[in-house]
């Protein structure tokens, strides 16, 4: 199982057991998503089977701050899509880093 299909099912059990299994996500993403930019969160309300959606930070080499949201939705085929709403030069770079922990094979 990809992790993104891990986390999508996790935020859609959390809406129903009320957090009972949110913990075993945010292990896996720590786990997996080491590469992931500190402070990045899921907004649980706003996801479930039909889309993830993480809310994060960038820093630049500037030092300038860009808040993002990444939306990641499924696709019948090849995977999922991702859409990064906020302006920043390093927005195909933030793709990258979320496609590929995204991809991870996990077990259960």
């Not at 299909?5 to 996500?25: R, T, V």
């Not at 945010?26 to 706003?46: D, F, H, W, Y």
């Not at 959606?53 to 300038?64: A, G, K, M, P, V």
Request: some cysteine; hydrophobic content about 40%.
């Amino acid at each position: 199982m990809k992790l993104i299909d891990f986390i999508a099912k996790s935020c859609e059990w959390n809406k129903i057991a009320k957090g009972s299994h949110l913990h075993i996500c945010v292990k896996r993403i720590k786990k997996a998503g080491s590469m992931l930019p500190p402070g990045t969160r899921i907004n649980i309300e706003e996801s479930g089977i039909n889309k993830v959606l993480f809310e994060t930070s960038f820093y630049h080499i500037n030092e300038n701050l860009t808040n993002l949201i990444i939306i990641v939705i499924p696709k019948f085929v090849c995977g999922f899509s991702i859409i990064i709403t906020g302006k920043s030069e390093y927005n195909d770079y933030v793709e990258d880093i979320f496609r590929e922990c995204l991809n991870q094979e996990i077990t259960e």
